[in-house]
């Protein structure tokens, strides 16, 4: 078994959290050398049963800072403590929130494992499938994709771009 890192918005780790959103798409390719290429991703490795570590925002809260001479770093999901092994995590960048693409896998407090993964065709996305992405219809599922995609060359809906669909369960705290 494997283990990879997987980032979500606030709003779709929310979802994921309630266990609405049981799968998520991911691009296949890669803006190079001028033109579209399909990359190697890591999801050409993964495979059912492996594991994903699940990435979120944080942000330093330095509403202490004048009392107590200390920040702490927080998740900006609910604000909870980000801590490691019991102590609070020293914040080593210059930015007051981190995207979630770069919280260390140390933070990580949410679990899943891959039930499922094969690659398709964007719009080739069902009914069912924008329910378990965790969106009532298509439509607006692919809304919500163009506007999280809007910057990247190639990889809004209407590029038709190649993707991976991942399902997965997220994990039971103990």
């Known amino acids: 078994m494997k283990e990879y890192p997987i980032s979500f918005t606030v709003e779709m780790l929310r979802l994921v959290i309630e266990r609405r959103?049981?799968?998520?798409?991911?691009?296949a390719y890669r803006w190079q050398a001028g033109r579209l290429r399909r990359a190697?991703?890591?999801?050409?490795?993964?495979?059912?049963?492996d594991r994903l570590w699940i990435r979120e925002p944080i942000y330093l809260d330095d509403r202490l800072l004048y009392n107590t001479g200390r920040a702490e770093t927080r998740y900006l999901l609910d604000a909870g403590h980000a801590c490691r092994r019991g102590r609070p995590f020293q914040w080593h960048?210059?930015?007051?929130?981190?995207?979630?693409?770069?919280?260390?896998r140390e933070l990580a407090r949410h679990f899943a494992t891959i039930r499922e993964i094969y690659f398709t065709r964007l719009l080739d996305i069902?009914?069912?499938?924008?329910?378990?992405?965790?969106?009532?219809?298509?439509?607006?599922?692919?809304?919500?994709?163009?506007?999280?995609?809007?910057h990247r060359v190639g990889c809004c809906s209407g590029a038709e771009p190649d993707v991976w669909v991942i399902s997965f369960e997220l994990e039971r705290k103990a």
């Open 40 to 49: 190697a991703t890591m999801w050409e490795c993964a495979s059912a049963g």
């Open 21 to 27: 959103k049981t799968q998520t798409r991911r691009v």
């Open 126 to 150: 069902t009914e069912a499938g924008a329910g378990s992405e965790g969106f009532a219809s298509v439509e607006e599922f692919l809304a919500y994709w163009d506007k999280l995609n809007r």
């Open 93 to 104: 960048w210059r930015r007051a929130t981190l995207p979630a693409m770069f919280m260390p």
